[in-house]
């Protein structure tokens, strides 16, 4: 059985964290808004770490 994928997240306006699949996400250039604060970035500025951005440029 495969294994979920997921992205870690983090907002760099009010600091809540949590994951999602990928492919639930928008793309990485596209504009994302966190649903705790409603902050508007790309999505790419939501991602906590390198790993994270790359996994959702591949599976995204």
Known sequence: MPTETYVRLLC???????????????????????PNCHATRRTAEFTRTERDLETLKQLG
């Open 12 to 34: 760099p306006e009010c600091g809540k964290q949590w994951e999602s699949a990928p492919r639930d996400l928008p793309e990485h250039s596209a504009m994302f808004h966190c």
